[in-house]
């Protein structure tokens, strides 16, 4: 009888664990799938992630943001972009191997898109003014706004 008993328990004890390793397993695979559309979200610049955060309300973007970009007939065009909270922006810009050594300034007011993932520096025109706001980086954009790849596209990131 005691046998039986236990027999009994036994089995009722290993139905229970499977039956939450099931539950466990496919939580763990639904959390893997949110997560896996949040990162695609921070990668692709239009998409919203499923929570509603994005660069604009999620991250600490205020601040100041340098790099070397590289320049066409120069050794690198050095950069630094200030952006405040109150959404303006400085910009100084140094090329650098030139015999010329001007630092280059501009001010201004910048806009997020509707996404809250690109800003746009207001008032540039003749240089490339869109960037995507990553944590602690900033993603310059081509000259029509779309995202830089090849083999330079790591030249392109402005860090804080």
């Known amino acids: 009888m005691k046998r039986q008993i236990l027999a009994i328990a036994i089995t009722g004890c290993t139905l229970w664990g499977c039956g939450n390793s099931n539950k466990s397993e496919k939580l763990n695979a639904d959390s893997l799938s949110k997560d896996s559309l949040t990162m695609g979200a921070v990668k692709t610049d239009t998409a919203k992630t499923a929570d509603g955060h994005n660069s604009m309300n999620s991250l600490d973007w205020d601040g100041t943001y340098k790099g070397v970009v590289p320049c066409a007939d120069c050794e690198g065009i050095e950069t ?3 952006l405040g909270k109150d959404l303006t922006y400085n910009v100084k810009t140094k090329y650098l ?3 010329d050594t001007k630092v280059y300034e501009e001010k ?3 806009t997020w898109d509707k996404a809250g993932q ?3 520096l207001d008032g540039i025109k003749d240089a490339p003014n869109k960037y995507f706001v ?3 980086q900033l993603f310059q954009r081509d000259m029509e ?8 596209a790591d030249h392109y990131i402005l860090k804080k």
């Open 80 to 82: 630094t972009i200030v």
């Open 118 to 120: 690109v800003i746009t």
């Open 145 to 152: 706004g779309k995202e830089i790849t090849g083999a330079l």
């Open 134 to 136: 990553g944590e602690n």
């Open 97 to 99: 191997g030139k015999s």
């Open 108 to 110: 201004g007011k910048f």
